[in-house]
């Protein structure tokens, strides 16, 4: 059976990672790899569920 995931919940954890990650880093030094680490999902993952980077 395939997981379920709350696609809301999903983006305020990305969101709440990218924050993080950027004030940690600086909007110029921050990756993606760093903010999917962070939240605990894959790039691929923050691509399909955020329209823009």
Do not use: C, Q, W
């Not at 880093?25 to 329209?51: C, P, Q, R």
């Amino acid at each position: 059976m395939p997981k379920i995931f709350d696609v809301e919940l999903t983006r305020l954890r990305v969101a709440k990672a990218a924050d993080n990650a950027i004030a940690g880093k600086g909007i110029s030094a921050v990756t993606m790899i760093d903010i999917a680490s962070a939240a605990g999902v894959t790039t691929g993952m923050i691509t399909h569920y955020l329209e823009s980077k």
